[in-house]
């Protein structure tokens, strides 16, 4: 079923056309029967009549709908009769578009939240796509996910006219303005349910970075009721588009600009980044239409003062401590009058890049590494990030320090002084991880304590939530999350009101996520909301500081004892661990030197005092035990020890406490029986 477009762009659609079109409609089984199938018959009748020039007469459509249904018949070759389900990239390719737009997201993502909580209960799902259409955020109530996939509002769908035909984000991107495309106004008639209100948000530049779109599901007919949304996303590009612009020149003057003195430091309405020199090097989209007629050509690289009656050196005039009504000037060559307050440079000596970079790297976060370059380009990402209420997903294998890292990320935030709650998601039990994450309302099941509990989400409300193994939560507590994310707030079990509460959440794995999306292990909707910032740390046998790493852990451990001499390892030693592959990483090695420190002789490691297997070679092979075959020689204190070790899976410090000993005696009797940690 095909429309046919002849060589004069005229049209043939015959009733056996309409006929096949009904009965496609009909297999549909959908369940509003005829008059869906009326409707949409009448539809496509109606795009075709408007493609072909014949009329356009009694439309109740606006020009710029009718000018988009002649788009994407003449120029996209979209056939309306076609009923084309939505599209949603895979997840590779979605990050592909995601990592284009990775600082300008971690900007978009509070305007998208603050856009949502002020729709939240009414249905509306918001998207943020990027410039080719592509969603690459989105909230939406997690109560109608399945529909919201269908119907394509959703992460990785693609509105682009090209392909989705007239509708919202496309025909945004198309004309550069804001519209609502209302229920018919759709080229599809799958969408014709949908009402699609949708505003563009432009770079410094003034090039189109993105697309703020607030749609929903059904609405009622007249395209009116969605005035005051369509004023709403307009005011949330704005925000995103200035906020985006003040973080990207926060290093130059930055002119912000009104029409009104009352507004202008709430709520500017144009903004300018001017160098040193008082060249432009940035404008946000209502400053290029204020000046572009009064520029010589492109506003980039003109003087501030061929476009304002101001110089360089007047700019400190226009600082904040200025009353605002005496910070009045005029348009170069207009009468257009605007206020004027000046924004110092966050850094006006700072020169070099590195030296810029590395200002702002808190010290926690440098702590983390000793020169490992693989390592220093995520923390200097990271630092960017510290105070950013995203989530951040941290990967790595297992005993890679991604609980240091989220660590070192708190202690860097204004969040330091509110608590730091790590959840290992793998060991608590799944019928307790419920009531453990989100607590308990008093009675609310046999055992309860009478007056509640809080969960660990709320003990962690003005600080950080750690999530480590986050891929093990059961998939049945995972809704329950997203919840947290979206709606900040937390429902306990057997409660009827949910409570606020205020959490940045740092979730870690070892495992693929988006392998687990695939298998339907694990929501991909919360994989994304997950994955604000992603950072995936290197295992120890790649890192280019490991002699910093050992030298560490010696001195930590030297730190614990009450030794008077530091400990320290002799080079022969040394160069065994430099060797070494380290699969267990950051954790193999600090109980490494925990075991060394424990056994050697005056403060000082020699190979003698090092693990068996890290001495003899054989035991690094993959077929080799990770003990000792034989401890029979050793009889059954030996057996006993290692079923100890074994029952609190090689948790020294559990070990010790289950035998009421030290772990500097615990250590001991493992190297007097021969027994060695695993790898």
Request: hydrophobic residues 40%; charged residues 20%.
């Amino acid at each position: 079923m095909y429309l046919h477009v002849n060589k004069n762009n005229s049209f043939t659609f015959g009733t056996g056309q309409v006929q096949k079109i009904m009965i496609s409609l009909a297999d549909q089984h959908n369940p509003h029967g005829v008059v869906v199938l009326a409707e949409k018959k009448k539809h496509i009748e109606t795009v075709v009549q408007v493609a072909e020039a014949k009329t356009s007469a009694g439309l109740r459509h606006d020009q710029i709908i009718r000018d988009s249904w002649m788009r994407c018949v003449h120029d996209h070759k979209l056939d309306p009769t076609r009923m084309q389900e939505a599209i949603i990239l895979p997840n590779n390719r979605v990050r592909e578009h995601k990592d284009q737009l990775e600082d300008f997201l971690h900007i978009a993502r509070h305007g998208v939240e603050e856009l949502y909580h002020q729709v939240a209960g009414l249905g509306y799902a918001i998207l943020l796509t990027d410039s080719h259409g592509v969603t690459v955020d989105f909230i939406g109530d997690i109560q109608l996910d399945a529909s919201l996939r269908k119907a394509g509002l959703y992460l990785g769908s693609n509105w682009h006219e090209t392909v989705a035909g007239t509708c919202g984000v496309g025909t945004c991107i198309t004309t550069g303005e804001a519209l609502t495309v209302h229920l018919d106004d759709h080229f599809d008639a799958t969408h014709i349910p949908l009402t699609c209100t949708a505003a563009p948000v432009y770079d410094p530049a003034g090039q189109l970075k993105a697309v703020l779109d607030i749609s929903l599901l059904t609405s009622p007919s007249d395209k009116t009721s969605q005035h005051l949304a369509l004023q709403l996303v307009k005011m949330y590009a704005h925000k995103i588009e200035n906020a985006y612009f003040l973080h990207r020149y926060r290093d130059q003057w930055i002119l912000r600009m009104s029409n009104a003195p009352e507004f202008l430091e709430v709520s500017p309405q144009y903004l300018l980044a001017v160098n040193a020199s008082g060249k432009v090097v940035g404008y946000n989209h209502l400053a290029k239409k204020l000046l572009q007629h009064h520029a010589r050509g492109d506003l980039m690289g003109q003087s501030i003062s061929d476009l304002i009656e101001l110089t360089m050196d007047e700019l400190p005039n226009y600082l904040s401590a200025r009353p605002v009504d005496k910070r009045a000037l005029k348009i170069h060559n207009s009468r257009q009058l605007v206020f004027l307050s000046v924004m110092w440079p966050a850094r006006i000596s700072m020169t070099g890049t590195q030296q810029a970079a590395g200002a702002e790297i808190p010290a926690e976060l440098k702590a983390l590494t000793g020169g490992d370059a693989q390592l220093e380009k995520q923390i200097r990402r990271a630092a960017r990030l510290v105070n950013s209420p995203i989530s951040i997903l941290i990967t790595g294998e297992t005993g890679s320090g991604k609980e240091y890292f989220a660590k070192a990320l708190h202690q860097s935030s204004e969040r330091r002084d509110g608590p730091f709650i790590a959840v290992n998601c793998a060991a608590i039990p799944d019928t307790l991880i419920e009531s453990e994450l989100f607590g308990y309302a008093p009675g609310s099941f046999s055992g309860a304590a009478t007056k509640g509990r809080k969960g660990l989400i709320q003990e962690a409300d003005g600080g950080t939530l750690f999530l480590d193994e986050i891929g093990d939560m059961p998939k049945s507590l995972q809704t329950r999350l997203l919840r947290v994310l979206s709606e900040k707030e937390v429902v306990p079990v057997g409660a009827q009101r949910p409570v606020p509460v205020n959490v940045r959440v740092i979730a870690a794995t070892h495992c693929n996520l988006e392998s687990r999306v695939r298998e339907g292990l694990f929501r991909d909707d919360l994989f994304y909301r997950l994955n604000g910032a992603h950072f995936t740390l290197p295992p120890v046998r790649e890192r280019q500081d490991l002699g910093w790493l050992i030298d560490r852990a010696i001195a930590k451990q030297s730190a614990k004892s009450a030794q008077e001499h530091p400990l320290s390892i002799d080079a022969e030693s040394k160069a065994l661990l430099l060797r070494h592959r380290w699969p267990g990483n950051l954790r193999e090695l600090s109980n490494v030197i925990d075991f060394s420190a424990a056994v050697c002789a005056d403060q000082l490691i020699t190979v003698g005092d090092l693990p068996e297997y890290l001495v003899n070679p054989d035991l690094n092979d993959p077929n080799s035990p990770l003990i000792p075959r034989d401890l029979s020689r050793h009889g059954k204190p030996a057996r006993e020890l290692l079923g100890v070790l074994e029952a609190c899976q090689w948790n020294v410090t559990a070990a010790a406490q289950n035998l009421n000993i030290s772990r500097m005696t615990l250590y001991r009797r493992m190297k007097q029986h021969g027994i060695t940690p695993p790898r």
